[in-house]
């Protein structure tokens, strides 16, 4: 009964590719967002949808697309791939935003080869 | 723009022992303040999340606190245990009405039995 689940849990692929990370939450929350977490541990908002509505759009290249078709999904698409995506990328939800605690996944390590 | 920042970057106890964890902000219109725990290979664990209003939050052995006018929150674990070997990261608002958090890059926890 995972609050928050990701998949893949790692994803290895050569640059150039196209690849997706799935994210789902089963805590009824209305808020979901991305993070990127790099080599360094530095954690970093890319994105936040409330209710299948885009919230937060960070500066991020226009290759990384997200898509919530329900509240409870929220999706990572990323086009052409390039070395310096290799990054942990968390998923995570609220209820009523940032004022209330999020709930994270246990993140998706993509590594580009 | 908001910056946060955490020190000690790394912290290595003997079990037993108390300690207290720091994070700095820059702009203090915040509406709360949050504690995570990041475990290796995790995501993050919310563990406290501070109201403005509130100066304080306890959650079992640990207590966190606030003080919006110094810009400090601090995290304060009592009888430190093995099983708090972790990263603590804490997260504040980016301020003017957004809805983005921004994290420290957080301090890495040794407990020692």
Known sequence: DTAVSQTPKYLVTQMGNDKSIKCEQNLGHDTMYWYKQDSKKFLKIMFSYNNKELIINETVPNRFSPKSPDKAHLNLHINSLELGDSAVYFCASSQGGWVQPQHFGDGTRLSIL | ?113
Do not use: M
């Open chain 2, 1 to 113: 723009k908001q910056e946060v920042t955490q020190i000690p970057a790394a912290l290595s106890v003997p079990e037993g022992e108390n300690l207290v964890l720091n994070c700095s902000f820059t702009d203090s219109a915040i509406y709360n303040l949050q504690w995570f725990r990041q475990d290796p290979g995790k995501g993050l664990t919310s563990l406290l999340l501070i109201q403005s209003s509130q100066r304080e939050q306890t959650s079992g052995r640990l207590n966190a606190s606030l003080d919006k006018s110094s810009g400090r929150s601090t995290l304060y674990i009592a009888a430190s245990q093995p099983g708090d070997s972790a990263t603590y990261l804490c997260a504040a608002p980016a301020g003017g009405g957004s809805e983005k958090l921004v994290f420290g890059k957080g301090t890495k926890l040794t407990v020692n039995p």
